[in-house]
């Protein structure tokens, strides 16, 4: 099938059999390989992009389905020579351990602070939850999205403010704790 | 690396169409909406469908509405959707409580309300949350519109009342004075249910005048405990009522073991949501957020 993919502002076609995963899609048919990928089971986020704007992990969509629609990964994150806020951030606060999910990380992070421009530490671990890291843990990645959030990252790049917040401060009244 | 075997791809571009498409392929086609239950299938091969029919592109299904005395919800609502939907805070907690557990912000940015109730998975949240509610489906296919009771939806784990070539349209819920809550527990941040429970009470003249109690991922029948409604209807909503019906809740499901837990912990945990979501459902008809 002959599709047509605007990622990151270009637009690309390729002929592509229906079940090739957009992940694929963007390493092999685009070279976009700062886009990883891990688990195959939809559980681990590192293969988030932004699909019309929402993060979405990408082993979990097929690229047919990305036909005449926009896609961001983590090569549009910066805005030409200048590192987005995020990308500042993950540098200054050491989030990016071994860096493998560190594309993702920050994809959704930058989403949200596009939706949140002053996140609890509480509102960033609930917007990365759908993420795993492996290294030494999440405490640098948080403080990665809160350093980005201070130092003028969360200024919203996207519509901020037209939408709920993702994240929200409460406690989360359904899940429960029981022992038997 | 797990690849999908070989389909051919539909995307429809009207409601018409797409079940055009779905009769056109046969028994073999599927519709795809978020994919999140779906394309996982494929990848291990649990699923091989011969065509996938995509609705993604139907955006009147992917309206939450209040149609006269309903909230109706289309079904390729997303759950990130129904999540920040001020009328479904507000009138259905139960709703908002459900959606902030089911998998993450990332899988619930993308899977659909439609999706969840067709894939019938036997430990899916919005089953449960939907027929406390006594939802009605509303289902279109080549002989015109039909609807559903939910509980006469679910027919098996995985198998709907859905007819060949018919799609869910929408889930339609009224708008009515009840307080209700959902409860669950899960091994980890974003998975599935060990167990969970929701529970709906209409309350009138201090006596429960109708209630709902679903429960998922312990073999409940048709995602709820009639007996505990049974049960509940008429009495008091007082903390004894509510230990007993976690009682009876907990007797009638069916749990099965697995590496979520074994029968008899499940069994407990569905009692014991049972009460704590009833409990949480009455404090909220007192004005207190629970
Ligand atoms: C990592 C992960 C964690 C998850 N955790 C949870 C959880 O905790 N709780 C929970 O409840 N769910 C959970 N889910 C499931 C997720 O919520 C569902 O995948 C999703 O809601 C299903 O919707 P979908 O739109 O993706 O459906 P799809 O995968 O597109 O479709 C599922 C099935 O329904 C059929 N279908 C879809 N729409 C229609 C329609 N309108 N008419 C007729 N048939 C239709 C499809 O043909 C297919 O058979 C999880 C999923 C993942 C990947
Ligand atoms: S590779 Fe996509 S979620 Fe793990
Ligand atoms: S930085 Fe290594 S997996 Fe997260």
């Given at each position: 099938m002959r599709i047509t993919v605007t990622v990151n502002g270009e637009q690309h076609t390729g002929d592509v059999e229906p079940r090739l995963l957009l992940v694929h899609f963007l390493r092999d048919e685009l070279g976009l390989t700062g886009t990883h990928w891990g688990c195959d089971t939809s559980n681990c986020g590192v293969c988030t992009v932004w699909l019309d704007g929402t993060p979405v992990k990408?082993?979990?969509?097929l690229a047919v389905m990305a036909d005449g629609h926009e896609v961001r990964t983590v090569e549009g994150l910066a805005h030409g020579a200048e590192l987005d806020p995020v990308q500042q951030g993950f540098i200054a606060c050491h989030g990016l351990q071994c860096g493998f999910c560190t594309p993702g990380m920050m994809m959704t992070a930058r989403w949200l602070l596009d939706h949140n421009a002053d996140p609890s530490e509480e509102d960033i671990r609930e917007a990365i939850s759908g993420q795993m890291c492996r290294c030494t843990g999440y405490e640098n990645i948080v403080r990665s999205v809160r350093w980005a959030a201070e130092h003028g990252g969360g200024r919203g790049t996207a519509d901020a403010g037209t939408e709920p917040a993702p994240g929200r401060e409460e406690p989360v009244p359904g899940r429960e704790e029981v022992r038997a | 690396m797990q690849v999908p075997a070989a389909f051919q791809y539909e995307r429809a571009t009207s409601l018409e169409q797409a079940i055009e498409l779905l009769a056109r392929y046969g028994p073999e086609a599927r519709v795809v909406a978020g994919g999140h239950s779906l394309l996982p299938m494929m990848k291990l091969r649990l699923a091989q469908p011969e065509a996938l029919i995509d609705i993604n592109d139907l955006s009147e299904l992917a309206l939450i509405r209040v149609d006269g005395h309903d909230l109706a919800a289309g079904a390729m609502v997303r759950h990130a959707d129904l999540l920040a939907s001020p009328v479904v805070g507000e009138h259905f907690p139960i709703l908002r409580d459900a959606e902030r557990v089911i998998a993450d912000p990332l899988v619930r940015n993308r899977g659909t309300v439609g999706g969840s109730l067709c894939q019938?998975?036997?430990?899916?949240d919005l089953s449960a949350a939907f027929s406390a509610l006594r939802a009605t489906l509303v289902a279109q296919g080549p002989g015109g519109r039909r609807t559903i009771a939910i509980r006469e939806f679910f027919l098996g784990p995985y198998e709907t009342a859905l007819n060949e070539a018919e799609l869910l349209v929408e889930i339609r819920v009224p708008i009515r004075s009840h307080a209700s809550a959902y409860r669950k527990v899960e091994r980890r941040v974003g998975d599935w249910a060990v167990v969970a429970a929701g529970a709906v009470l209409e309350i009138s003249g201090g006596v429960i005048t109708e209630a709902g109690i679903g429960l998922t991922a312990v073999g409940a029948p048709r995602f709820v405990s009639e007996q505990a409604e049974d049960f509940l209807r008429g009495g008091r909503p007082d903390d004894e009522a509510f230990a007993e019906a976690g009682r009876i809740a907990a007797q009638e499901c069916r749990p099965t073991a697995d590496q979520r837990g074994p029968v008899d912990y499940k069994r407990h945990l569905a009692g014991e949501l049972t009460t704590r979501a009833l409990r949480a459902a009455a404090a909220r008809a007192q004005g207190q957020e629970a």
């Open positions: 990408s082993c979990t969509v | 019938a998975d036997p430990s899916e």
